[in-house]
């Protein structure tokens, strides 16, 4: 069966006390498909010198998009993830927070559903409570997650749990290329705008998301301190999805 490459951006933004760049090396020592592109995001510490290193020891499967001014995350994997399809022309390519909230042990996992079903276009992580499951999240952004998924999920007439979940991987094809041509209109909530983005070029048919889109429960994700989302991005979130819904879905209710 022929192998399958996948890559995954990685934004990083004054991430050098968080990052565990030895994770990173156990993983690749571990998994061969998989393949890394950093996006220093106009960091001001040493992100960018510990990444070039980090290049430096791995040339074949990683790689370093330095932005030298900060674009915020939206861009950064927008950015990212058109580099990679472009140079390395993987099967696969999504995105994943540098935190590692997300385990990278979940990356195989997130593609086997992908073999497991062919229509799948999409897979999502999903932060899940789960008996057997170790999913520990801020009580209060649990609960505005839950407020912010529901508006989304009314939005986008798609019952969808958790937009925000830094872990997430797509089949490469010319409709996602489309989605990531032009700049993101929103600075928090791009997961969002790429879905709407999907819809659209459906000309609103939410039923295409239903069938391409799998949320995949995390088996584990960790809330991980010095997050720079705070509970006022929520404020943010909602203003900006209500931009989201009438640029690109506003006329189709």
Same mark, same amino acid.
């Given at each position: 069966?022929?192998?399958?490459?996948?890559?995954?951006?990685?934004?990083?933004?004054?991430?050098?006390?968080?990052?565990?760049?030895?994770?990173?090396?156990?993983?690749?020592?571990?998994?061969e498909?998989?393949?890394?592109?950093?996006?220093?995001?106009?960091?001001?510490?040493?992100?960018?010198?510990?990444?070039r290193?980090?290049?430096?020891?791995?040339?074949?499967?990683?790689?370093?998009?330095?932005?030298? =001014?900060?674009?915020?995350?939206a861009?950064?994997?927008?950015?990212?993830?058109?580099?990679?399809?472009?140079?390395d022309?993987?099967?696969? =390519?999504?995105? /994943? %927070?540098? %935190?590692?909230?997300?385990?990278?042990?979940?990356?195989? @996992?997130?593609?086997?559903?992908?073999?497991?079903?062919?229509?799948?276009e999409?897979?999502?992580?999903?932060?899940?409570?789960?008996?057997?499951?170790?999913?520990?999240?801020?009580?209060?952004?649990?609960?505005?997650?839950?407020?912010?998924?529901?508006?989304?999920?009314?939005?986008?007439?798609?019952?969808?749990?958790?937009?925000?979940?830094?872990?997430?991987?797509?089949?490469?094809?010319?409709?996602?290329?489309?989605?990531?041509?032009?700049?993101?209109?929103?600075?928090?909530?791009?997961?969002?705008?790429?879905?709407?983005?999907?819809?659209?070029?459906?000309?609103?048919?939410?039923?295409?998301? @239903?069938?391409?889109?799998?949320?995949?429960?995390?088996? @584990? /994700?960790?809330?991980?301190?010095?997050?720079?989302?705070?509970?006022?991005?929520?404020?943010?979130?909602?203003? @900006?999805?209500?931009?989201? /819904?009438?640029?690109?879905?506003?006329?189709?209710?």
């Amino acid at each position: 069966m022929e192998t399958c490459r996948c890559s995954i951006i990685v934004p990083c933004f004054n991430e050098e006390s968080r990052l565990r760049l030895d994770v990173f090396s156990d993983f690749l020592r571990s998994e061969e498909t998989t393949q890394f592109l950093f996006v220093n995001d106009g960091s001001t510490d040493g992100t960018l010198r510990l990444l070039r290193q980090f290049e430096a020891q791995h040339p074949d499967r990683v790689s370093v998009l330095d932005k030298p =001014v900060n674009g915020g995350k939206a861009e950064a994997v927008r950015d990212g993830m058109r580099q990679a399809m472009l140079a390395d022309r993987p099967d696969y =390519v999504g995105f /994943w %927070d540098a %935190d590692l909230a997300t385990p990278l042990t979940a990356i195989p @996992e997130l593609l086997q559903q992908f073999a497991a079903n062919p229509a799948i276009e999409m897979v999502f992580g999903a932060r899940i409570r789960l008996l057997g499951h170790k999913v520990n999240r801020n009580p209060l952004r649990h609960y505005l997650g839950r407020v912010f998924a529901s508006a989304v999920s009314i939005m986008l007439r798609l019952p969808i749990y958790d937009t925000q979940c830094g872990a997430k991987i797509f089949r490469v094809t010319p409709e996602l290329s489309e989605v990531l041509s032009a700049p993101f209109h929103s600075r928090w909530i791009f997961d969002v705008e790429i879905l709407a983005r999907f819809e659209a070029l459906r000309k609103g048919d939410a039923s295409y998301l @239903e069938n391409t889109v799998y949320e995949y429960p995390l088996s @584990e /994700w960790n809330d991980v301190r010095g997050s720079k989302v705070t509970s006022g991005a929520f404020l943010r979130a909602i203003f @900006e999805l209500f931009g989201i /819904w009438r640029r690109y879905l506003g006329r189709k209710f």
